[in-house]
């Protein structure tokens, strides 16, 4: 009987181990490979449009949160959040820009729904505005931390929650990446160390993802990703561009104005690599030039990189933003102007519209349309 039970407990022991445990990743990527149309490995989409209405006009969409209600967009441009129901259509606008108490100075990534709320993290008010699921507002939380410190985003973190730092002066350096905080919103520990702080640190997007429901971080103007485990950050993938990768030259991170004419020099490499992750597929953006990028897709089973083929007829790049996953569809932004094209490369059966809409119903909208695209 004791013999059962010790085995018991070594194959729980076991199992519960290789559902945690992660093997680094290291995917070689060739920006200069033959291309695979997108529409080649897309078995079938759900196209959501996102009502336009005088209070809901958005332009790119780049920033998206599901809540109990349906979507939540945020619109940094206009400091709102946009709220929809799952078709798409229009509810209600967050909108509390302002130097006020229960105002925002500005609106990043980090808006989430939890506990039947939606909450909002601004960094320059070092506060998160809580809200309900309609967009009402409720009441607003300091935020606890050292003046000196530049918040990037923050989100919730087993029980409390976890910071991307920003450096924001030459002078005054962080130290450290990520900064954790308690239930109170007050900091309490501090990881991976700025050794050599990177000296062109844009910040292109929300840094954090989940894997299931591992937290994922992606460190600044970097080639790698990190699982957020017992408050550090272990290496998860590596995407390895080789001599297409600008910073592996140390010269081209001396300063600011060598690191920026480093990337307006050279024509097609890459500077920055943007991921999405989920069990089966990463989705890959990689950015060249200033403005310019393409997109990519791995195969973790096989290791196999794709070079998406995501342009047009006119030669220019269907404009596509990868949001999420959210099983095994990755949520993505379109533009419309982009969208007749686009169904034009679909078959009828390969593609559905929410809310029972034919594409004629909302073709001369000005809203872009949300994807949720599943690969074969």
């Known amino acids: 009987m004791r013999f059962s039970h010790t085995l018991l407990l070594l194959l729980i022991s076991i199992n519960l181990w290789s559902q945690t445990r992660h093997d680094f990743e290291h995917y070689q990527i060739d920006i200069h490979g033959e291309r695979t149309n997108l529409f080649d490995v897309i078995e079938h ?32 441009k206009n400091s709102k959040v946009q709220l929809f129901n799952n078709e798409g259509r229009y509810l209600s606008t967050i909108n509390r820009s302002g130097d006020g108490p229960e105002e925002y100075r500005n609106l990043g990534s980090s808006v989430w729904a939890a506990n039947d709320q939606i909450h909002l993290f601004s ?6 505005l809580h809200f309900s699921l309609e967009g009402k507002y409720l009441k607003t939380t300091p935020v606890k931390y050292p003046k000196e410190l530049s918040a990037g985003g923050l989100i919730p973190y087993e029980n409390g929650y976890i910071v991307q730092l920003l450096d924001r002066s030459i002078t005054s350096k962080s130290g450290h990446h990520l900064m954790f905080l308690n239930e109170q919103l007050k900091d309490i520990e ?29 460190k600044l103007i970097s080639d790698s990703i990190f699982i957020i485990e017992d ?10 561009f080789g001599e297409d990768w600008i910073w592996k030259d140390p010269k081209t991170t001396v300063d600011h104005n060598t690191a920026f004419d480093a990337i307006w020099d050279n024509e097609t490499s890459i500077w920055e690599v943007l991921s999405k992750v989920n069990e089966d597929y990463v989705i890959l953006t990689y950015h060249y030039k200033i403005l310019e990028n393409d997109k990519g897709l791995i195969d973790r089973a096989t290791g196999q990189f794709y070079r998406l083929d995501t342009r047009k007829a006119d030669g220019e790049n269907f404009d596509l933003y990868f949001l999420q996953w959210e099983g095994d569809r990755i949520t993505t932004s379109l533009q419309a102007y982009d969208v007749d094209e686009f169904l034009e490369n679909l078959k009828p059966d390969q593609y559905s519209i929410a809310g029972g809409l034919k594409y004629d119903d909302f ?12 690969f074969r």
């Open 190 to 218: 501090y990881a991976k160390p700025k050794l050599d702080p990177h000296p062109f640190p844009v910040n292109l997007s929300n840094r954090f993802s989940y894997l299931n429901k591992e937290l994922i971080w992606k």
């Open 45 to 76: 989409v759900e196209i959501i449009p996102l009502e336009e209405t005088e209070s809901s006009l958005l332009g790119r969409v780049e920033t998206y949160f599901p809540t109990p209600n349906g979507i939540g967009i945020i619109d940094k």
């Open 123 to 128: 960094s320059q008010s070092r506060t998160i």
């Open 363 to 374: 073709k001369y909208s000005e809203n872009p349309v949300l994807l949720r695209i599943k």
């Open 231 to 240: 408050k550090k950050a272990k290496p998860f993938i590596k995407f390895d």
